[in-house]
């Protein structure tokens, strides 16, 4: 069973959680604050490997040159960046101090803070007007099924957006309009699809089907809000490659093609540039033993590799100047 790095492998539930629909209270829409789309800014990401075995959050510029290191925690894992939408902040998840609490630092790694009660969560992203983070969030420690939480960067004006029974739900992004949050669900039958919810009205729709074997992953956003990119898994394929649709659904076009069987690796984890015009991807081992960053044009041509080496790098967010 295929199973997209950075996803945890399906958990056993019935068979209800094909149809389940999520617990939704009240939350309106957040009104977009940043001007999208905008200027491409650094690329934010995390690195293990050589010479320090933890993951940390580094950023480096668009072309690959300007490495700097933001947390330096040789004994501490970081993970999960993301860019605030005015470049100014980063939230990203730390590890092994307690908790997988949520923290904010400043965009060169100084003046980091806790966001208060996040507790046990991972996959944050920000609000459009830069106030509240949305993300995964976990009913208990075992067995780590997942939820779509929202909370103030502040620690308050907590919402619990999905808690449908016997559903996994990971990896959410918050439309640059912020009208919708998009996330990944995985099905008890084996196999994940994406799912966007409309604040105005709080509808839970399908963006791609349930399809038994097909893994779709890592949804982010275009910055008009119009289309999706995501990584998909297909049943039968080894590797993961890259895919866009429209907002709407229907008609998911593949950007690039998985990589060869042989390499045992996926094309995953895309992140569409401030600018709109080019998209960035993490070429993967299954196992992470390996990473690297690369970038395409927002129709899938002059793929360009931007990280080199024994390092794995992955986890990637694109920030706006």
Not at 46 to 51: A, C, I, L, Y
Request: with cysteine; proline share 8%; aromatic share 8%.
């Amino acid at each position: 069973m295929p199973t997209v790095p950075g996803m945890k492998r399906p958990l056993v539930f019935s068979l209800a959680a094909l149809v389940a629909v999520a617990v939704l209270p009240a939350v309106s829409a957040t009104p977009a604050t940043a001007a999208f789309p905008g200027r491409n800014a650094r690329i934010v990401f995390v690195r293990s490997g050589v010479p320090n075995s933890k993951s940390e959050i580094q950023s480096m510029t668009a072309q690959g040159n300007g490495l700097l290191n933001l947390t330096n925690t040789p004994l501490i894992e970081d993970r999960d960046p993301a860019w605030s939408p005015d470049g100014k902040r980063i939230a990203f998840r730390r590890v092994e101090t307690g908790p997988d609490q949520l923290w904010v630092m400043n965009a060169d790694g100084t003046g980091l803070t806790v966001v208060p009660g996040s507790g046990a969560a991972r996959y944050p992203a920000w609000s459009p007007d830069g106030k509240r983070l949305v993300y995964e969030c976990f009913e208990s420690q075992s067995p780590y099924t997942g939820h779509i939480c929202l909370r103030e960067v502040t620690g308050g004006g907590f919402t619990l957006l999905s808690a449908a029974a016997g559903a996994d739900d990971t990896h959410p992004a918050w439309s640059p309009d912020g009208t919708r949050i998009v996330w990944s669900r995985e099905f008890a039958a084996g196999g994940s699809h994406l799912i966007v919810l409309t604040l105005k009205n709080l509808s839970l729709d399908l963006l791609t089907p349930p399809v038994v074997g097909d893994y779709d992953s890592h949804p982010d956003w275009s910055p008009d809000s119009k289309q999706v990119v995501f990584s998909r898994n297909p049943a039968g394929v080894t590797g993961a490659s890259i895919y866009r649709i429209p907002a709407g659904g229907n008609g998911a076009a593949q950007l690039v093609v998985g990589p060869p069987s042989v390499f045992d690796s996926h094309y995953t984890m895309p992140i569409w540039s401030p600018d709109g015009k080019r998209i960035a991807y993490v070429h993967l081992d299954d196992d992470e033993a390996w990473g690297n960053i690369y970038t395409i044009t927002s129709d899938g041509k002059d793929n360009t590799q931007l990280t080199f080496g024994g390092t794995t790098d992955r986890n990637i967010d694109w920030g706006m100047a």
